[in-house]
């Protein structure tokens, strides 16, 4: 078995698949592998949008409604071919798909779970009182699919397109989450660790990546009742409704809401589970009911409880005793490298910030700072606890807005832009609690920094039309990689290294972004000894390759011995700046310190 390739296995379970209905099996066997597949492209998108994205959504089934309502319209009222009907419906949902989410995406908390169930309930009860859509009764007598002279009329002969589309729609669900928007995507989940601040920093709309999984999702959404309604031959509101939105959830959940396997595994579990318990449960209870609601209650609380990351993932680790290991990706090192930016020669004006000010309310957190940076310098900028050294890094890279004053970066004016479009114009940072993505790898983490040096979109990456960019973008994270030492490690999880090794990781990424200026905040917090030196002996390398740093950092051992200039700060205002000798001799940086009596 040792010999057997993962993709050999998934070839083998592909063919199988899509010949299973031409097996001697009941036909009632295909008809449950019918509505799994179904089910299964609907909580794909749910496996991208809440397992990846973080974004919970009750609304699927509404989408799910557009494509069979649409079709089931343009085919029995207007009689025109059902393959139109798939495109209107694709149309439709695509342009609700924007204006939804550009309404309710920058909501966040428990509003935008609340939305999404209401736009459900308000498509169930529009369509259900539409006399044109036959209000709850439906639209009866749609045609059967049709390609060419072949009809897909028989269940086993739909059973080929139903499980294509969902195949097909796995695999390119994979292929996006392994590319360069992808990354984005994965570091957006704020309850694994990442969130919006990360990915702006690199570069990337997070509000547009968010936007992109919504639509993406309903698209799937709609394939899917597109699909229903000409193997029913019959539309009606009632498997649109709140109730299966509610269940395309508890499937994705079931099975595993980050990842593509647990897609199928939830719809398949779920499905069958539930017609055996409508039977069983009310021979038990005596009685007619929808028992199988609180099986399902208690079945979701028990997977909660032990097993969160959902049931795929748990039957994965145990099938990996017997199942092949997957193997890295190799990385082609004889990649073209990618396009560089013009730096500025040594001593050339890099940084220069100029009287800045930050109010919260009430509050001067920074109060009329100054300070320049040249080319090829590591400045420092420390400060007692609350001196407004974070803030003015923020400040700084745009990730909070001035009150006023100005940043000028490379002589443009960069104040007023967000971090975004300040990452473009060269600077690039780390951050005070390590923010990598933990189920990445380090080599796909420090990927991520190359998000500006590379252009390939959604489309193109689930066309796998991106392999040559991926390349180059995966040679450039190895080089950074070895750069900072950490290439043996190119292939571990984010989240199995240590905290010395994560601050190192961040760097790395940060450097893949080809910066003019690399902002460190606290890159020593936290670390032993011997890993602040190694740190030290990177952060001299960078610099005597040319690179230009300002760090935050509160172990002054670690500033004295490694920077150039050093500015403090002390209750938002500029106490001073000078060489690390100057600073160490001023009385009034040891009053700030220690208090003035010392």
């Known amino acids: 078995m040792s010999v057997i390739k993962r993709p050999a296995v998934a070839a083998v379970a592909t063919a199988l698949i899509l010949l299973f209905p031409f097996a001697p099996v009941p036909d009632f066997w295909i008809t449950q592998l019918n509505y799994i597949g179904l089910f299964s492209l609907v909580v794909l998108g749910l496996v991208l949008l809440t397992g990846v994205g973080g974004l919970t959504s009750f609304g699927q089934a509404a989408f799910a409604g557009v494509g069979a309502y649409a079709t089931g319209y343009l085919t029995t009222v207007m009689g025109l071919s059902p393959w139109l009907g798939l495109a209107a419906g694709l149309a439709i949902t695509l342009v609700l798909a924007l204006v939804i989410g550009a309404l309710t995406l920058r909501m966040s908390g428990h509003y935008l779970p ?102 993406i999702a309903a698209l799937l959404a709609a394939v899917s009742g597109w699909l229903y309604a000409h193997m029913q031959r019959s539309v009606n509101p009632s498997p649109f409704g709140i109730k299966f939105g509610i269940e395309y959830l508890f499937m994705a959940v079931l099975g595993g809401i980050g990842t593509v396997g647990g897609a199928f595994a939830g719809a398949a579990l779920v ?139 490379l002589g443009q004016r960069v104040d007023g832009r967000g971090s975004r479009e300040i990452a ?40 796998r039309l991106d392999k040559a960019e991926e390349a180059q973008a995966r040679a450039e994270a190895l080089r950074q990689l070895r750069r900072i030492g950490l290439a043996e490690q190119a292939h571990e999880l984010a989240g199995n290294l240590a905290l010395g090794p994560q601050r190192l990781v961040e760097i790395a990424r940060a450097l893949a972004s080809d910066p003019s200026l690399l902002l460190l905040d606290e890159p020593a917090a936290g670390l032993r000894h011997k890993e602040k030196q190694a740190l030290a002996e990177v952060l001299r390398q960078l610099k005597a390759e040319g690179l230009s740093l300002l760090l935050v950092e509160h172990d002054m051992d670690f500033v004295m011995k490694l920077t150039d200039r050093i500015v403090v700060m002390e209750f938002g205002r500029h106490l001073m700046e000078g060489t690390p000798a100057e600073v160490q001799a001023s009385p009034a940086v040891r009053a700030a310190y220690l208090g003035a009596e010392a």
Request: net charge positive.
């Open 424 to 463: 473009r114009a060269g600077l690039s940072r780390t951050f005070q609690h390590v923010k990598l993505v933990p189920e990445m790898t380090v080599l796909d983490n420090v990927a991520l920094g190359t998000y500006l040096r590379t252009r390939s979109g959604t489309v193109r990456a689930m066309l």
């Open 114 to 215: 609340l939305a999404t169930i209401c736009w459900c309930l308000a498509l169930y009860y529009l369509v259900g009182n539409l006399e044109s859509l036959g209000k709850y009764d439906g639209l009866l007598g749609l045609p059967a699919l049709t390609l060419g002279d072949f009809s897909f009329q028989s269940e086993r002969r739909i059973y080929l397109l139903i499980w294509l589309a969902a195949l097909l729609a796995a695999l390119a669900v994979t292929r996006l989450l392994d590319s360069r928007p992808g990354r984005i995507m994965r570091a957006l989940n704020t309850n694994r660790g990442g969130g919006s601040t990360m990915p702006e920093a690199m570069g990337a709309s997070t509000f547009r990546h968010k936007l992109v999984m919504f639509v």
């Open 271 to 409: 499905k069958l589970a539930e017609d055996q318990l409508k039977v069983w449960l009310p021979v038990l209870f005596g009685g007619s009911g929808n028992y199988e609601i609180i099986v399902f209650g208690v079945v979701l609380v028990l997977v909660l409880r032990f097993a969160p990351d959902g049931l795929w993932p748990l039957a994965s680790r145990i099938l990996s005793r017997w199942l092949p290991a997957r193997a890295a990706r190799s990385v082609d090192e004889a990649a073209p490298p990618l396009a560089s930016r013009e730096h500025p020669q040594p001593g050339a004006p890099l940084l220069a910030v100029r009287t800045i000010r930050k109010a919260f309310g009430g509050l001067i957190a920074v109060n009329d700072i100054s300070f320049e940076i040249r080319a090829g310098d590591i400045v420092g900028l420390i400060g007692p606890n609350g001196a407004g050294k974070s803030t003015t890094f923020n400040l700084v890279s745009g990730v909070l807005p001035l009150t006023s004053g100005e940043v000028e970066l």
